[in-house]
């Protein structure tokens, strides 16, 4: 069992930034592949990044390509997601989660067995 809990969320100007964390607990943070999707009122649930176990295989959507950075502290059992950039259209609660296929950069939701419960990210423009 892993558990997951997100923070960093928040209101933000057109153009600024956020850093969103989620550190978790139980089994080996570093056995997983860690994802962050994002869901906006009345939408579906979106792959956001990507990061495998060792956080040297990447992924992102491209809707956050170029803007959007994630990383790892395996040592923290820590993935982050730095927000640059961010736009009206980045609205949404934002969620990490765990698939436990490490080497895997995987854009499925349906791949990750662990969610964390999210976090409000709000743009205003």
């Known amino acids: 069992q892993v558990q997951l809990v997100e923070s960093g969320g928040g209101l933000v100007q057109a153009g600024g930034s956020l850093r969103l964390s989620c550190v978790a607990s139980g089994r080996t943070f570093s056995a997983y592949s860690m994802g962050w999707f994002r869901q906006a009122p009345g939408k579906e649930r979106e792959f956001v990044a990507v990061?495998?176990?060792?956080?040297?295989?990447?992924y992102y959507s491209d809707s956050v390509k170029g803007r959007f950075s994630i990383s790892r502290d395996n040592a923290e059992s820590t993935v982050y997601l730095q927000m640059d950039s961010l736009s009206p259209e980045d609205t949404a609660v934002y969620y990490c989660a765990a698939n436990k296929r490490g080497r895997m950069c995987d854009e499925s939701a349906s791949a990750y067995i662990y969610w964390g419960q999210g976090t409000q990210v709000t743009v205003s423009s």
């Open positions: 990061a495998d176990w060792s956080g040297s295989c990447t």
